[in-house]
Structures are given as structure tokens and as C-alpha cells.
């Protein structure tokens, strides 16, 4: 079983949508979770992060972890086109960092 | 300041040849990392550094060797090469390993091995 568990979708949306991104972790020992963005042939880029369980929110972005149910969300709020990227979501245990395999997203004008 | 830099940028290679991918980071960051990312399996940790001189094996070493002889650099080697191999390379550095001290990644090498 992957250390992080993430639906690789696509995911099509319109302009303004709200997207939910999800990812699961198989071990309750981990403390730190991650989003990273993605855009078409480049390097991922740290969006946000959080530790242990409830939210964290930074503009239209809100990261919420959910502990008992071993559960990681991104939500995006008034998607934009500029949105449109693989989104990856990611752990860490001490120096050695877990990502699950990305969710394409595209949001459509 | 161009932050995380990886050359090259694409390459082909015949199974069994090597070649030396490098990563160069010019913000003084003490750990560096190479990962692999492959359709349907993310981003996988190969090998870290956190020093000059160190090195550490991550998720999927095998077939790699690495070296960071200097701070701001870190090589990633294949010296077999295999079709397995096929990937997109990419490297990144932080200040270390906690959360806060984001992971700065490159630009990727692509590397086609036929």
C-alpha cells in the first residue's frame, strides 16, 4: 500500500467552481501534509501546508486534514483558468517526503 | 538568483550507456534531493543529501548513485542505463527537512532510454 493515496481524476470544471482535491495516507504517524502544484512540464511548487488535524486557509486555497478518517483535502475556492495544473498532495517522516500521483485539474473559461 | 537549475534538459540514451544528471542550487540550501515521477506513481524519492559529503538512499535507489561534493551541487549517475529508467528526473533543495522549509524544486530532465 502507497503511503499516499490520490485520485488521479482528470477534473474538468467551469470558471468559479469550487474544487475539492482529496488524497488518502495510510499511516496515522504522520503529522505533516503538503499540496504542491504542478504546471505542464515544470518543477512542483509548495501551495500549502499543514500539521496534524483542522484547516488552513490562504486566499482561495483551504487545506483541511482529518485524522480519524486518515484524510487530506484541498479546496479552491472561485476557480480560475490559471488553476488549471496537477495538484499533489504529500507527507513527510523525517527526511523522506511521500507524494500520491497527482490530480489533473482544468478549469474552463 | 536562479534558484533550482538542472541540466540537461532531455536526453536519449541506448540501454547500458551512462550519463551524469546535475543539479546546481545557488540559495545555500544544506539538503538537496532527486525524485523520479512516472505516470500513475507520483513523484518517488531515489537519493538525498544533507551536506556537503553526505548522501542517503530514499524510496527507489537502485540502478542510482549520487555524490555532493560540493554544497550547491548534487549529480545523480546511472551507470547502467535501462529502459526502466525512463523518467522525468527532477531535483530540489531546502534549508532542511521540516515542513516550513519548503522543497524548491527544478525544471526536470526528461530521459528517454531506448
Known amino acids: 500500500q502507497k503511503e499516499v493515496e490520490q485520485d488521479p481524476g482528470p477534473l474538468s470544471v467551469p470558471e468559479g467552481a469550487i474544487v475539492s482535491l482529496n488524497c488518502t495516507y495510510s499511516?496515522?504517524?504522520?503529522?505533516?501534509f503538503m499540496w504542491y502544484r504542478q504546471y505542464s512540464r515544470k518543477g512542483p511548487e509548495l501551495l500549502m501546508y499543514?500539521?496534524?488535524?483542522g484547516n488552513k486557509e490562504d486566499g482561495r486555497f483551504t487545506a483541511q486534514v482529518d485524522k480519524s478518517s486518515k484524510y487530506i483535502s484541498l479546496f479552491i475556492r472561485d476557480s480560475q483558468p490559471s488553476d488549471s495544473a496537477t495538484y499533489l498532495c504529500?507527507?513527510?517522516?523525517?527526511?523522506?517526503?511521500?507524494f500520491g500521483t497527482g490530480t489533473s485539474l482544468t478549469v474552463i473559461p | 538568483n536562479a534558484g533550482v537549475t538542472q541540466t540537461p534538459k532531455f536526453r536519449v540514451l541506448k540501454t547500458g550507456q551512462s550519463m551524469t544528471l546535475l543539479c546546481a542550487q545557488d540559495?545555500?540550501?544544506?539538503?538537496m534531493y532527486w525524485y523520479r515521477q512516472d505516470p500513475g506513481m507520483g513523484l518517488r524519492l531515489i537519493h538525498y543529501?544533507?551536506?556537503?559529503?553526505?548522501?542517503a538512499k530514499g524510496e527507489v535507489p537502485d540502478g542510482y548513485n549520487v555524490s555532493r561534493l560540493k554544497k550547491q551541487n548534487f549529480l545523480l549517475g546511472l551507470e547502467s542505463a535501462a529502459p526502466s529508467q525512463t523518467s522525468v528526473y527532477f531535483c530540489?533543495?531546502?534549508?532542511?527537512?521540516?515542513?516550513?522549509?519548503?522543497?524548491?524544486f527544478g525544471p526536470g530532465t526528461r530521459l528517454l532510454v531506448l
Open positions: 530540489a533543495s531546502s534549508f532542511g527537512p521540516r515542513l516550513e522549509e519548503t522543497q524548491y
Open positions: 499511516n496515522s504517524a504522520f503529522q505533516y
Open positions: 499543514t500539521y496534524s488535524s
Open positions: 504529500a507527507t513527510n517522516t523525517g527526511n523522506q517526503f511521500y
Open positions: 540559495m545555500n540550501h544544506e539538503y
Open positions: 543529501s544533507v551536506g556537503e559529503g553526505t548522501t
